[in-house]
């Protein structure tokens, strides 16, 4: 097997020799950025019975995001910072690496943000024209809905509730119609927003100064779902964070109130932060873990036993593993001409699992030590140009 992975994350995990695996953060410098202190350990917290669709945009499109570094708002859930070599059940490993991923995601948020805030053509401003917040069947509209709308403003735009997939259930959720207040949203449609997480920003009318003299900005990460001069922007966003999504007035729902009752007078900032669908892939993946052919899910939950590799790995064995069908001089330079020197590593790792799982092979007592090869790198790197390559030698080697 081979496993191709499209990752822009910032977390970075390495073994080391004590028995945990380090989380480390390619964070902003503190000078941009307060960080919070770790808050106890969440592993465990969530397993694969009791997650559900749409749950990664609810944990991402909300006002706890920005609150969530401050101590005293009660939003931040942050992840352990340590991982064991080891996990006993899918749920302990699901529950260690969801609320990374989600940490993650939220960080991505917040580093596109400030970014490229104030960034020509990457924010505009305008106002809020209406506010719905949709209930669980707004899809067909029989669901409960509460909408507040500047009067002259019609409502054009439609947005199909849920994770944005045709055909998952929604989850309660806030729509958001930001205009320039002219007629024309030229402006706000050149950002070309559509799919992006934006981030609203304004000041609540009147809000107090801190003091430092300054007057603090709500900040609420938002999908745009849609985007055109005609109807300005249509945002998606969740009232509250998950952890008071059942608590009355908490710190993360106060923006909604105070849009709902300024329709159309108060300015906002919309400020393009990132794109959400690789992260999204990901947290879904991890859900899926249990759909993983029993034979490799060992390797999983105890990544010790792919300690082999590491031998394997060398030139040298590579070299003695690569099977001899596709050894040709032509072919050979073929792959030198294509690939890169990493490239080919990946390559001829996949290659080595054609020799020890051959009947025939002098060497097939490694195959239990073989079980896949893990191609990982950002976007634009050659994945799939790499995993061409594999195809190919594999092609060749079972039909030459």
């Not at 805030?117 to 067909?140: F, M």
């Not at 908490?250 to 669908?277: E, R, Y």
Request: aromatic share 6%; glycine share 8%.
């Amino acid at each position: 097997f081979f496993l191709k992975r499209s990752s822009s994350s910032r977390v970075e995990c390495w073994a080391s020799n004590s028995t945990t695996w380090t989380v480390r953060r390619s964070a902003m410098s503190s000078a941009q950025r307060k960080r919070p202190s770790a808050a106890g350990k969440h592993r465990g917290h969530i397993s694969t019975a009791n997650h559900y669709a749409g749950r990664f945009q609810e944990e991402v499109l909300n006002a706890g995001v920005f609150l969530s570094v401050e101590d005293s708002s009660g939003c931040a859930s942050l992840p352990t910072t340590s991982i064991p070599l080891q996990f006993h059940s899918l749920d302990e490993y699901v529950g260690t690496f969801d609320p990374l991923v989600l940490e993650e995601a939220r960080e991505e948020v917040r580093s596109g943000y400030l970014e490229n805030v104030q960034q020509a053509g990457l924010c505009e401003r305008g106002i809020v024209s209406k506010v719905e917040e949709i209930g669980l069947n707004a899809r067909d509209g029989t669901g409960p809905a509460s909408t507040t709308s500047r009067p002259s403003r019609p409502w054009n735009a439609r947005l199909a509730s849920g994770s944005g997939r045709a055909g998952r259930p929604g989850r309660p959720h806030v729509r958001l119609t930001v205009t320039t207040g002219t007629g024309n949203n030229g402006n706000l449609a050149r950002l070309d927003l559509k799919n992006n997480v934006v981030v609203l920003e304004f000041v609540p009318l009147g809000s107090r100064s801190d003091q430092d003299g300054n007057v603090p900005a709500t900040r609420v990460p938002c999908l745009c779902v849609s985007s055109s001069a005609q109807s300005g922007l249509v945002l998606k966003a969740f009232k509250t964070c998950s952890k008071h999504r059942n608590a009355e007035e908490p710190p993360c729902s106060a923006w909604l109130s105070n849009l709902k009752a300024n329709i159309g007078t108060t300015t906002v900032l919309v400020t393009k932060a990132t794109q959400m669908t690789s992260s999204e892939r990901e947290f879904e993946a991890l859900h899926a873990v249990k759909n993983i052919d029993s034979s490799l899910i060992r390797y999983i939950l105890s990544p010790s036993l792919l300690g082999a590799m590491k031998e394997v790995y060398k030139t040298e064995r590579r070299r003695e593993l690569w099977p001899r069908e596709a050894s040709q001089e032509a072919f050979v330079k073929f792959l030198k001409s294509r690939y890169d020197h990493k490239q080919l590593e990946a390559i001829e790792m996949t290659a080595c699992q054609l020799s020890v799982q051959s009947p025939d092979s002098t060497h097939s007592a490694l195959s239990t030590k073989l079980p896949f090869v893990l191609i990982q790198g950002p976007p634009g790197t050659g994945k799939t140009h790499t995993v061409c390559g594999v195809l190919n030698v594999w092609h060749l080697t079972a039909y030459q």
